[in-house]
């Protein structure tokens, strides 16, 4: 049910595929302060780690380039997909209780810097 309204308000969605499996499907829906970035993975990411990292940081700086702000919340007990989260430049908001069942989550969110001209 995520996974179908989360495609429905996309602005942007890819699914990722290997060797005919799905390995992960994300996007951005367009929120009231920028855009909000989300991913659903599954075993087949574990397999082809640098793969997913590449094209993971690929997409995520054309979404940068797109977006001045991107944010959405990360379950706390993810540790793989916090570390993932750092290392893509996201920073992180205290732990807050999130979602139907009120659990713990992070805020996280890029936002790009406005440069002034001189």
Do not use: C
């Amino acid at each position: 049910a995520a996974m179908t309204m989360s495609l429905a308000h996309s602005a942007y969605a890819r699914t990722w595929i290997v060797d005919g499996q799905p390995a992960a499907i994300g996007g951005i829906t367009e929120g009231n302060i920028g855009g909000v970035v989300w991913l659903i993975s599954t075993a087949v990411v574990e397999r082809y780690p640098k793969t997913f990292l590449k094209e993971s940081r690929r997409e995520v700086e054309k979404a940068k380039a797109k977006h001045k702000m991107l944010y959405n919340y990360v379950d706390a007990r993810n540790l793989r997909a916090l570390y993932w989260l750092k290392w893509l430049g996201f920073e992180f908001g205290i732990p807050e209780p999130y979602g139907v069942f009120r659990l713990m989550f992070y805020p996280f969110w890029y936002l790009r810097e406005e440069r002034r001209p001189a």
